[in-house]
Each structure stands twice: as structure tokens, then as C-alpha cells.
């Protein structure tokens, strides 16, 4: 398309160089595409003015009306299509703005509650990288469910430049976004691993057993696994392969499965490992990061369980209660035994009932405004 005079003097007037522009700015192609068509038919219309004018006097007077008609309509046209083109700019750049704010109160908010101040600087760190300048007077930390666990980046840009408004009195305009993030834990839970843990010692970074092979196992015939979705080998290795549909919560009794089910762990285990992209175990190192004493999953992967914590197995088929749940990275299977290094903290973003923020460091982030 042969870009006008008008339109390069636009795209000059807000310094971009319109052919790099317009690879980079697609949206503003249409923009521009809206003004050639304008100037187009404007010309056309100019022509047939020209033309009636030119008429014999005794037509002049049966096509002034139309001139004026026409001219009218030009100014009309102006005014639509320079309110198109200033509204569809500020849009885009608000929905840029927008998506900046979001990813900054995502960021800050996987610091709360315990940190409010790190959460503030986290947020204002991630939208600085992305071009846009905000500080602490823009970042609010308020209560949802419990004390500081909710986040929100309040962003400005301020003084865009108009294309057309200008005509109206109107050079800039203020374009603003607003993004809340709360964080809680699941008050039930899906998607859990068929196994038990029964320590009430689960330190960050130790790699602790789930599923035994052989005595001493937590009861006597029991070695860890559990029936979320009902007994069964075949149950159970779907269990593990995809996580247990059965929704969860603290304080639910759940049925040991019990034997040593070697198969079932074996198979189920290793084909959901052999789900992600790479086919092969992860080190725990190369899924998390360290920042002090805590760890943090840095990535989804198949690897990454939650499972419950339970009380005690005891003999044969007795009952075990809920009492929370606890996240791990599988670090270790061979045969009937799973071993996994717990983790601190682990974020999830998905359609969970959210609660409080529960001490075991399940936690879930979600945008809300």
C-alpha cells in the first residue's frame, strides 16, 4: 500500500519510522488503511464539488444544495473517522498497559502474606522491566481472606499523544489500568498423588519416602498408598499417572490400598514422568529455585505432586484422616518405592475454592480485578 503524505507525516509527528511501523504495529496498519480509504473518498468527493461548479450557472443552483450536502459529510466523516483512529490507539495501549499490570501483581503477590514489602518491590521491579515506571504510592496490599494476601498495581501512562483530537482542543490523553492478585490455599483440593505422608516433620528440600517397597512400611500391610478413587491396580495407576478426580478436603478419611501394588507404582509412576517434554526425571535442583531457606517450583512439570498428609495407617484397611496436604517434586522411583524432596512453595493458577493461606505453603494465585 503507497503510504500518503498525511500518513507519513503521522507516523513522523510520533517518531516512528512508518515502515518499521507498520511491520511491528499491525493494528496500526488498520488505522492507517481507515485513512487512505477516508482520503480516497474524500477526493472523490472534492471532484464532484469541482465538477458542479464548473457547471453551466442555470445547474449551479439545482447542485448547491448537493455541495453543501457533500460538504457536510466530509466534516462528518472527519470527526468519525478521527474518533476511530484516537479510540482504537488508546485501546491498544491500554491493553498493553493492562497486561503489564496483571503480570506485576501476579509477580508481587506470590510473596504474600508473610512479606508485603518484598511482594511491593517484586511488583514494581516486573512492570520497571517492561517499560513501565511505578512505584510504591502504586502498589496496595490489602485483606481477602486473611491479613496481606492480596496485592494491587495501580499503572498510568500519562500524556499519550492524539492523532486527531487535537482538532477538538484534545493533544493527549490519559491512559490507566488496574490489576488485583489475591493468594490462598485450595480448601479442596483434585489432582492428588494416591500416597500418604504421616511425618509431622517435612523440612524444605529433604527428600522423604511416599511409597515403601518393604517393611518397615507405616502399617502393617499398608505401604503408603491410598484409594482416592476407589481400590483397585488399575484405579490406582491411573491415580498416579493423571492425579485422583476425587475432591479433597482437610478432616476426609480415605481407605488405605493396601499391598505393596509394585506393578501398578512402577508402571503408573514411570509413565507419568514419561508425560513431559523431556522423558527423563529432573533433578530436584532443576525444578526449583532457592531464595534463603525456601524453595519455589519454578515450572509445571509431572514431576511436581501434591499429596495428603495423613494420620497414621493402621492395621489392614483402617481408615486414615486428611489433615492437610503437602506438595513434593518426585526425585526418585525404582520399583515399588517413590521417594520426593518437599517443597515450599508451590503456585498454582487454576479454578480451585480458595481459603486462607494454609501453613503447609499450597497456595493458590489468582487475578481478580
Not at 90 to 118: C, F, H, I, K, T
Not at 171 to 189: E, F, L
Amino acid at each position: 500500500m503507497r503510504l500518503n503524505l498525511l500518513t507519513q507525516k503521522i507516523c513522523y509527528n510520533y517518531q516512528y519510522n512508518y515502515k518499521k511501523y507498520l511491520y511491528k504495529k499491525i493494528d496500526f496498519l488498520l488505522y492507517i488503511y481507515i485513512i487512505n480509504i477516508f482520503i480516497y473518498k474524500k477526493n472523490q468527493m472534492l471532484s464532484k464539488i469541482k465538477k458542479i461548479l464548473l457547471q453551466p450557472a442555470r445547474l449551479k443552483s439545482e447542485n448547491g444544495a448537493v455541495a453543501i450536502i457533500v460538504s457536510i459529510a466530509i466534516a462528518t466523516l472527519i470527526g468519525v473517522i478521527a474518533y476511530v483512529i484516537d479510540t482504537g490507539w488508546l485501546y491498544e495501549n491500554r491493553r498493553d498497559l493492562q497486561s503489564v499490570a496483571d503480570a506485576s501483581a501476579l509477580a508481587g503477590v506470590q510473596e504474600l502474606p508473610e512479606n508485603p514489602g518484598l511482594a511491593t518491590q517484586k511488583a514494581i521491579e516486573y512492570a520497571n522491566q517492561n517499560n513501565l515506571s511505578i512505584n510504591a504510592s502504586d502498589v496496595t496490599i490489602s485483606n481477602t481472606f486473611v491479613n496481606n494476601d492480596t496485592i494491587t498495581v495501580r499503572a498510568v501512562r500519562e500524556d499519550m499523544p492524539m492523532f486527531f483530537a487535537g482538532i477538538f482542543g484534545q493533544n493527549t490523553a490519559d491512559v490507566g489500568a488496574v490489576a488485583t492478585a489475591t493468594i490462598g490455599s485450595p480448601s479442596k483440593v483434585t489432582g492428588i498423588i494416591p500416597w500418604g505422608f504421616v511425618s509431622n516433620d517435612y523440612t524444605p528440600g529433604v527428600e522423604y519416602t511416599l511409597k515403601y517397597g518393604s517393611p518397615p512400611e507405616p502399617g502393617p500391610g499398608n505401604f503408603g498408598a491410598l484409594a482416592v478413587d476407589g481400590s483397585g491396580a488399575t484405579v490406582y495407576r491411573n491415580s498416579i499417572i493423571n492425579g485422583a478426580t476425587t475432591p479433597l478436603s482437610a478432616g476426609m478419611w480415605l481407605d488405605p490400598e493396601t499391598g505393596n501394588m509394585t506393578g501398578p507404582t512402577r508402571h503408573g509412576t514411570n509413565d507419568r514422568i514419561s508425560n513431559q517434554q523431556n522423558y527423563i526425571m529432573d533433578s530436584f535442583e532443576a525444578l526449583t529455585e532457592q531464595v534463603g531457606s525456601v524453595y519455589k517450583l519454578t515450572r509445571d512439570d509431572s514431576q511436581f505432586i501434591v499429596v495428603p498428609w495423613v494420620t497414621s495407617f493402621g492395621n489392614g484397611n483402617q481408615p486414615v484422616q486428611i489433615l492437610g496436604f503437602l506438595q513434593f517434586v518426585i526425585t526418585y522411583s525404582q520399583g515399588s518405592v517413590v521417594k520426593a524432596t518437599f517443597i515450599d512453595k508451590a503456585i498454582l493458577q487454576n479454578n480451585y475454592e480458595m481459603g486462607g493461606v494454609d501453613s503447609s505453603g499450597l497456595r493458590v494465585i489468582r487475578l481478580v480485578k
